[in-house]
Structures are given as C-alpha cells and as structure tokens.
C-alpha cells in the first residue's frame, strides 16, 4: 500500500510528498461524503486544513421516543459510566433518560407541586442521584433516581451576592467534594450542601481593548457614562470529567476558550486560540463559538462550535487530533449542535436545538488507534503505545501526531536518531533539536577516547603551527632588519 512505500523513501522525500498527499486526499474524496466522514487536522504552523481517514461515522438519530414524543429546545446531554443518557429537554420542561441500547426512556418533570421549567442543565452522581438546573424556577432541583423530590437549592442568602444577584443555573455539576457548580456569568458559582455560598472559582479575566484605553484617556465624562462597562468573557457551558477537574469553555478568544480548573480555579488547559475563524453573509470573520463540552474517560477533550456544526477534539495537553461536522440539512449535519455527550465505547451525542434531535457518531478504526495510544503513553506504556502509532501510520502517513508522538517514544528510549527523523517529519523544530543534542551528546560519550586524542592531536599541531608561525615571523623580521637580504 502507498504508506508502506512512503516509508521506504528518504526522510527529505518523504516529508517533500506529505503536502502533495495531503492534497491527494482532497482531491480523490468521493463525492456526497457526509460531513462526519469529512475529516481533517490543522497545520499549527500555517493554519492549513489537512485531510485525514475518516474518524467518526453517522450511526443513527435519536428524534421521537415511543410513549414520550418528540424532544423540543435541547439544551444539555449527560451520559452515566453505565451508558445512560440524560437530556435537558428544555422545551418540554423535562429531563429524560434515554438507553441508547434499547431506545427505552423515561421522563422526569419534578415534584407535582411546582414542576420544572425550562430546565437546562443536568448531572448524575454515582449513585444515579439528578441534579437539574431548573432554570425557569431559579433553583437546582436535587431528585432520587425514580424522580422523587429530596430538595431544591435556591438563591443563597450573602452579602457578597448583592442585591441584585439573580440566580438562573443554567448548567449543573457536583463536585467530589460535595460542592454544586453552576455558571454565573464570568465565573463557576459554587454551593455546599446546605445551600450556603461558597464563593466564585475559575473568573474569566477582562480583555485588553485599545479603543477602551483610548476612551478612557480622552474621551469626556459625558461620553464615557454613556459607554457599556467592558466585562470579562461570559462561560457558555462545563463539565466535570473523571479525573476531577472542571472543563470549560467560554468567550475568552485571549486563550481562554478552552479552560481546564483546578483546585482553586486557575485554568491549566494551554493557553492559545481554539477553533477556526468562519465568515458571516457580509464576509465579516466569526469566532468559534464552542455551546458545549464533553470530555471521555481518557481525557479526550471534545467541543462543538454552533456557528459551523464543526466538532473538535483535542487531548487534555490542548493538540487537535481531529475536526468534523458540519451545518446542513443531511444526516450527520446540524441546525444548532449545542450539546455533547461520549459514551464508554467512545459514540459521540451530538444534541441539535433547532430540530430536537440527538445525533450518533461511532469511531472508526483510525481515531480507535489514536486514543488506545494517547492513552497508552499517558500510563507510561510506550512500547504498546508505539505499536498503536506504527497502525495509525499504516492507515495515514501524512498524520503529523503519529511522527510528533513516535518522536518522543524514541527520544525516551534514548533512539536520538530515529527521534530526529520523527521530529523532522512532524515539523517539530524544537523536538528535533533536543534529540540532536542528546545524539551529539551520546556520540561524543561513545567516542570519548578519539575524541579526546583528536583534541590532542589538533592542540598539538596548533602549537607547532604557532611556532613555525613565529620562528617565520621573527626570520622575516631579521631580513627586514638587514635591508632585505638574507644571510
């Protein structure tokens, strides 16, 4: 096949061909290919799309559910460690719990006396416990796995709050520690179990705008009271992931898209632009507008963008492993994609707003290959995780992770060569000169002796060269003396 006989090929041809491939790939992709099977990476040192093997798969819809109905204004999806699905079927004022397996569900609208309204957020604890963000009656609403009512978490009473404080929970969570998470604004609000504050974590920080700076220096009193007060980027939605940090995304286009929380609320997650810029009908350029999160059990990091349809996934080190989705009317396209779920066998839900459906995508192969062997080197396993990369470059040569991934497996098996020539072809200039020099390093260990008798040996020659340099020096200087003539 082509990727054995790339293989075979000097490295400089080798990395000449991956543009023409790339290309190829684009060029011979058949036509009506459906937006899930539509797959690429981005160069991050030029920006480009590059064309990759399909990575996920349309499976099937999820749309009217037998003795329930249809599903309306889908605001949020949560999936169980057992695979059940959760969904905010807002539009409906209710949360359902699907089995994708069986298509089976069941619906929870809340105590009789005050029902939910308009809920948008849900979380399950492990002992199968709901917390639902029941926006339209400002409370969390905390029900028992059959749905009865054990509490409701309302507006905490603090000065802190002030007295305009509203409390709208849009998205839920429970920490391990027992704290309620919801968004507020620019901040996580947190809540103990006795409905007391207990502060904001994870604040989004205030842009720097040099018309502001401008306003402010120049501009009049009257003027300026007549200006919106600039705030920090707004969360749009959170997750809380098995490893027990939150992931977050929000309007922060400073680097703060992405966010992965800590303890006490520093974002961990790198730090860099997200996403692509799209264009609107008057070809003004759109940021990425990420409506929700999920994170798998590897810590795969998966975001969707509602502007496009377009779904990105990237390792919790913040590296894009692939892109795909789209907006449009055929299967495996979306109207307003704003909520993500992933399942055990790695199925990725995909809500739409707009049509109150839930969309399946299933791994194929290639993306298998890649997270066995993400999170094979993570567990510190690089002999097995190379064998995972070696598959993917069997089904891809042009894939840049796999030579980026296989240059530091042998750069830790201290193969220095054999990790520069990854490096290379991965483009990772920095990569590549930390191999060099434990190459040089080892060479000259290995060589010491030679090394240390050609110093000698040029230390030597030196000195004698200096000394005819100086006796022809002090010879020349005798002649000039007598006028010229020799002796």
């Not at 054995?4 to 060029?27: D, E, M, T, W, Y």
């Not at 798969?57 to 309306?72: D, F, P, Q, R």
């Not at 810029?277 to 999920?294: H, T």
Request: proline share 4%; net charge neutral; with cysteine.
């Amino acid at each position: 096949m082509a990727s054995n006989f790339l293989r075979h090929l000097p490295p400089g041809i080798r990395r000449s061909l991956v543009p023409l491939a790339v290309l190829l790939a684009f060029i011979l992709q058949p036509a009506g290919v459906g937006a899930a099977e539509s797959s690429y990476t981005i160069d991050p040192s030029t920006g480009r799309r590059e064309a990759i093997p399909s990575c996920y798969e349309y499976e099937e819809t999820i749309a009217v559910l037998e003795g329930l109905g249809s599903m309306k204004g889908i605001r949020d999806l949560y999936m169980t460690g057992d695979d059940r699905l959760f969904v905010a079927d807002t539009g409906n004022d209710r949360i359902l719990s699907i089995d994708p397996a069986t298509g089976t569900a069941t619906a929870f609208t809340g105590p009789d006396d005050r029902p939910l309204k308009g809920p948008e957020g849900v979380f399950v604890d492990a002992g199968g416990d709901l917390y639902i963000a029941d926006t339209g009656n400002e409370r969390i609403v905390h029900l028992s796995p059959d749905g009865t009512f054990i509490e409701a978490f309302v507006k905490p009473e603090s000065e802190l709050l002030g007295p305009n404080f509203r409390f709208t929970p849009r998205k839920v969570a429970l920490s391990p520690t027992g704290y309620l998470y919801t968004i507020k604004d620019q901040s996580m609000l947190q809540l103990d179990a006795y409905n007391n504050f207990r502060g904001y974590v994870g604040s989004t920080r205030l842009e720097f705008s040099l018309n502001a700076l401008l306003i402010r220096l120049f501009a009049t009193a009257e003027q300026k009271s007549r200006l919106r007060k600039a705030e920090p980027a707004s969360y749009l939605n959170f997750c809380l992931a098995s490893d027990g940090f939150v992931y977050a995304t929000s309007l922060d286009r400073k680097g703060g898209q992405i966010r992965k929380l800590n303890s006490i609320g520093k974002n961990i997650f790198p730090e860099h632009f997200y996403g692509e810029r799209s264009f609107d009908e008057a070809g003004l350029p759109v940021d990425p507008k990420f409506e929700a999160i999920a994170v798998d059990r590897n810590g795969i990091v998966n975001v969707v963008d509602i502007n496009t349809g377009r779904i990105y996934q990237y390792t919790r080190d913040g590296v894009l492993l692939t892109v795909f989705g789209l907006n449009g009317n055929k299967k495996g396209m979306f109207s307003a994609a704003n909520g993500l779920a992933v399942d055990s066998g790695g199925r990725i839900f995909v809500s739409d707003y707009a049509t109150g459906t839930i969309q399946v995508f299933r791994p194929t192969r290639f993306i298998r290959e890649i997270h066995s062997a993400i999170g094979l080197f993570q567990d510190g396993r690089y002999e097995e995780a190379e064998i995972h990369w070696r598959n993917v470059q069997e089904v891809c040569e042009t894939y840049r992770l796999a030579y980026d991934s296989l240059g530091r497996i042998d750069y830790k098996a201290d193969r220095f060569s054999e990790s520069m020539e990854s490096y290379f072809l991965a483009g990772n200039k920095e990569g590549y000169s930390l191999a060099f020099v434990e190459l040089r390093h080892e060479w000259i260990r290995d060589h010491f002796a030679w090394v240390v008798l050609a110093a000698l040996v040029v230390l030597l020659a030196g000195i004698q060269a200096i000394r005819r340099f100086r006796r022809y020096s002090a010879e020349n200087v005798d002649r000039l003396a007598r006028g010229g003539k020799n002796p």
